[in-house]
């Protein structure tokens, strides 16, 4: 069975550094590693998707990284702003349409 | 596009009532998903749809929870008699494969109170 984690849980940052937050999964047999970012009281918002056969994928000061054989992602952020602040989720997807989450890092930038 | 809208936002029963959640995807998309999100359990998927068709309700948790798509463009959740650990936001995602990516897009979710 499929299991996502994430690390850490929470996270606190004064504006303007570059931080990493990490995503683990159990089974290295996914389709594809979704990265999404959730603010309080709203849904979630896609940011980055990598592919299986992908190493990476950028957008502005995001880029996320995988490495299937090891069941790791990370997603790096660039010179944090305070509007960086909200819960960023991994979510994996197998052979199936099946998207399996992690539990979240809440993160807090503060000027 | 609007993007998928769910209703109502909020809502607010007794146990023991009968709670309707409803979504309407993005149009064009062809899959639709329901998940529930709790503090203790975190984001779970519920039940998938491809064309109008249930594929997976494994995540169903128990027969008080039942799911229909009667179209394409409208999706329901069902919880009859509901109880308060069924207390939770339930979000309604949408996707298509054929515009070259496997995105699913979320509605903002329905946050359902139990008393």
């Known amino acids: 069975k499929q299991e996502v984690t994430q690390i850490p849980a929470a996270l606190s940052v004064p504006e303007g550094e570059n931080l990493v937050l990490n995503c683990s999964f159990t089974d290295s047999a996914i389709y594809n590693l979704q990265w999404f970012r959730q603010d309080p009281g709203k849904g979630l918002t896609s940011l980055l998707l990598?592919?299986?056969?992908?190493r990476e994928q950028t957008s502005g000061r995001l880029n996320a990284s995988l490495d299937k054989s090891s069941g790791r992602s990370t997603l790096y952020i660039a010179a944090s702003q305070p509007g960086d602040s909200a819960t960023y989720l991994c979510a994996v997807e197998g052979n199936t349409d099946k998207l399996i989450f992690g539990t979240g890092t809440r993160l807090q930038v503060f000027p | 596009d609007a993007g998928v809208i769910q209703s109502p936002r909020h809502e607010v029963t007794e146990m023991g009532q009968e709670v309707t959640l409803r979504c309407k995807p993005i149009s064009g998309h062809n899959s639709l998903f329901w998940y529930r999100q709790t503090m203790m359990r975190g984001l779970e998927l519920l039940i998938y749809f491809n064309n109008n068709v249930p594929i997976d309700d494994s995540g169903m948790p128990e027969d008080r929870f039942s799911a229909k798509m009667p179209n394409a463009s409208f999706s329901t959740l069902k919880i009859q008699p509901s109880e308060p650990r069924d207390s939770a936001v339930y979000f309604c995602?949408?996707?298509?494969?054929?515009?070259?990516?496997?995105?699913?897009?979320f509605g903002p979710g329905t946050r359902l109170t139990v008393l």
């Open positions: 995602a949408s996707r298509t494969r054929a515009s070259g990516t496997d995105t699913q897009y």
């Open positions: 990598i592919q299986s056969s992908q």
